[in-house]
């Protein structure tokens, strides 16, 4: 089942081939992003292709009928983390030094902690038995919102304690030391 959002776009003569190919460019999107993340130099460009990434993620969401984690993937991954880490880069004074090295050494044990992942995570794919499920999520929107705020609030506010530190740090660290007169 498609999205209105879809259905009003491409209409209801290929749903199949429309959806594909939508999944295709929104796949491709989020590769793409992926890899300018990891191997770009510049770090906030790096940051921007991180977003292109979530964005790409977000709109497999809306394909998927998820529209909550659609939502949540746009406001809180692409409009608030992603913010986040511009401020830590631009706050940081230490990392247009010409003598901050772009690159590291540990490139190969990095490849191959990726390839070991990659087969792991292939083997098991690959055993699993898919099942499709018979009756779509019922959980709305509001009954989430009623658990996060009902039963799971203590998690909830150990959650925004753990960023309210982080944030203190980042701005603790980037805070530049004052001048000996």
């Not at 300018?36 to 921007?48: E, I, Q, S, T």
């Not at 790409?56 to 939502?71: E, M, P």
């Not at 919102?145 to 980042?170: C, D, N, R, T």
Request: hydrophobic share 60%; no cysteine; glycine share 8%.
């Amino acid at each position: 089942m498609q999205p209105e959002v879809i259905q009003h776009s491409i209409g209801a003569t290929a749903p199949g081939l429309w959806t594909t190919v939508i999944f295709a460019v929104l796949f491709g999107l989020s590769v793409a992003g992926a890899l300018g993340a990891v191997l770009w130099k510049n770090l906030l460009h790096a940051v921007l292709f991180l977003a292109l990434t979530l964005v790409g993620v977000a709109g497999i969401f809306l394909l998927l009928s998820s529209t909550f984690l659609f939502v949540v993937q746009i406001l809180v991954y692409v409009g608030a983390v992603v913010i986040l880490i511009i401020f830590g880069v631009m706050l940081t004074s230490h990392i247009s030094r010409p003598r901050t090295p772009a690159r590291n050494n540990q490139a190969l044990a990095a490849a191959l902690a990726v390839l070991g992942l990659l087969v792991l995570t292939l083997y098991i794919l690959i055993g699993a038995t898919w099942t499709l499920a018979t009756q779509p999520s019922t959980v709305t929107v509001a009954a989430i919102g009623a658990g996060l705020l009902q039963k799971y609030v203590l998690p909830f506010e150990i959650i925004s304690v753990v960023l309210l530190v982080a944030m203190v740090g980042a701005i603790v660290i980037a805070r530049k030391e004052p001048e000996a007169r």
